[in-house]
């Protein structure tokens, strides 16, 4: 689809002819993000500089009903920020930098394009923490995780973006600018818009700024690899934990062997603990520094082994060896390299449901795709497997979706934990949500948006 001229002109002249690019001027890497579709050139890129250049170009799209998609940093896996035909890019990658940090009431302001990693250690420079943590922390942005209400392996602790964020500005559809970057922890002064908007996946609006809360830097950190003998003993691992270290854990994540052995064959991560266990948990302690504290973690794991319900323990004891002990837990990103194509999975599922949920994905997806690769992990502590199926050589993916997400519904858990639905999953929403929750969907969306420019066809359909 080529641009009406007059559109073009339009949009030249809000932002200038070096903030617009079209046909081959546009960079390869907008033509995806990273869910693995095949790449769609878009037919115009838009690189604003500010709020008020994208309510300007929003303001021209929204006049010549011209479809737009968001990008920012490309690291999401549901297709949500990868161009269709026809559609008009607007990347948010130039409007990067913090702009305020407050230490007083720990908040801190940033443009919405700027690298997660950039906010982890401006935070770290003024004594603070941002509790959101990802892999992708380096080439992922603030904005993108505030669009797909991003998790991470501190949720535990600090809950997902949702909960670090205390204010938003955004620019409509239609060009108008909203903003309540208010440095509040209380605020209920009506609806709360910026709610509506977290997790929305830039169907409803794009968000250009960011108000985050920070948290109190962690003075020590103690990491340990366990070995256990499946998901019942872990959860009660992790309830004996909570209970002897109040306000203390800070990750709990679960491998399967699958996933071991896989570290091993395509990221060279030999097995932490021979034979290798049902399950291998990483988990990780945020306490006061002095050595009390560091023996009361020894303490905690040394009572569960008594009692049986860890096989194998090993704490790291220094900064090296947690290093490497996370190096296991976040291999995924280089053995996924060295693996056939696979269909890839976040989903979310009650803790009670989760053995069950587990048992039922190895055996129905052994059945329905033999001779597949699975590959199981996840941040069990608040019920996220993140699971990927890679089938044999030359067979296909017909069928699975919908094996998993029926083993989802069954336990009444959600097919999207943290990495939204974008479009891979818009045709399974109905697995997750009932026929009410999807009309209402519809009709705030055609409330926001109704000529359907924004973001069009991610979500909903």
Not at 201 to 229: D, N
Not at 277 to 301: C, K, Q, R, S
Not at 332 to 340: C, I, K, Q
Not at 405 to 414: A, H, K, L, N, T
Request: contains cysteine; hydrophobic residues 50%; charged residues 20%.
């Amino acid at each position: 689809m080529s641009l009406p001229r007059d559109a073009l002109a339009a949009l030249a002249a809000a932002l200038g002819e070096d903030q617009i690019r079209v046909g081959a001027a546009v960079p390869v890497r907008n033509h995806a993000d990273s869910a693995g579709l095949p790449p769609c050139a878009p037919a115009a890129l838009l690189l604003p500089r500010s709020t008020a250049e994208v309510s300007e170009a929003l303001a021209i799209c929204h006049r010549f009903s011209l479809p737009v998609v968001v990008q920012g940093g490309l690291t999401g896996l549901a297709g949500g920020a990868h161009p269709i035909a026809g559609e008009i890019a607007l990347s948010l990658e130039r409007m990067n930098g913090i702009e305020d940090i407050d230490p007083v009431g720990r908040t801190m302001t940033v443009l919405a394009g700027t690298p997660l990693e950039v906010i982890q250690e401006r935070a770290a420079e003024a004594g603070l923490l941002y509790g959101v943590d990802l892999g992708a922390r380096g080439s992922c942005t603030i904005g993108g995780n505030v669009a797909t209400n991003a998790g991470g392996v501190q949720v535990l602790r600090y809950g997902m973006t949702r909960r670090n964020v205390l204010g938003l500005e955004a620019v409509l559809p239609d060009g108008r600018i909203v903003s309540s970057l208010v440095k509040l922890i209380k605020n209920n002064a009506g609806y709360d818009w910026t709610q509506l908007l977290i997790g929305s996946e830039g169907t409803l609006g794009v968000v250009t700024r960011v108000l985050l809360a920070l948290q109190p830097a962690v003075p020590s950190l103690h990491t340990a690899l366990c070995s256990v003998a499946g998901v019942p003993q872990a959860l009660r691992v992790l309830d004996r934990l909570e209970a002897r270290l109040p306000a203390g854990l800070l990750a709990f994540e679960a491998m399967w062997p699958d996933y071991l052995a896989a570290a091993e064959a395509h990221a060279g991560q030999a097995p932490p603990f021979a034979p290798g266990p049902a399950l291998t948990l990483l988990v990780e302690a945020a306490l006061p520094a002095g050595e009390a504290y560091a023996d009361l973690f020894l303490a905690a794991l040394a009572a569960l082994a008594e009692e049986g319900l860890l096989e194998d323990v090993l704490v790291a004891q220094s900064s090296r060896e947690r290093a490497r002990f996370w190096a296991y837990r976040e291999a995924s990103s280089e053995f996924y390299r060295g693996l056939t194509a696979g269909l890839h999975f976040d989903i979310s599922v009650p803790l009670a449901a989760m053995a069950e949920a587990a048992d039922l994905l190895h055996d129905r997806i052994g059945k329905s795709a033999s001779g597949a690769t699975l590959i199981l992990f996840g941040h069990i502590a608040d019920g996220n497997l993140h699971l990927s199926i890679h089938p044999a050589e030359g067979a296909g993916f017909e069928g699975l979706a919908e094996v998993v997400f029926g083993i989802v519904q069954r336990v009444e858990g959600s097919i999207s934990a943290e990495h939204g639905i974008g479009v891979l999953k818009r045709p399974y929403l109905g697995y997750s949500r009932s026929d009410a929750e999807l009309a209402l969907m519809r009709t705030l969306k055609q409330a926001i948006d109704p000529l359907g420019i924004l973001n069009r066809g991610r979500i909903l359909a």
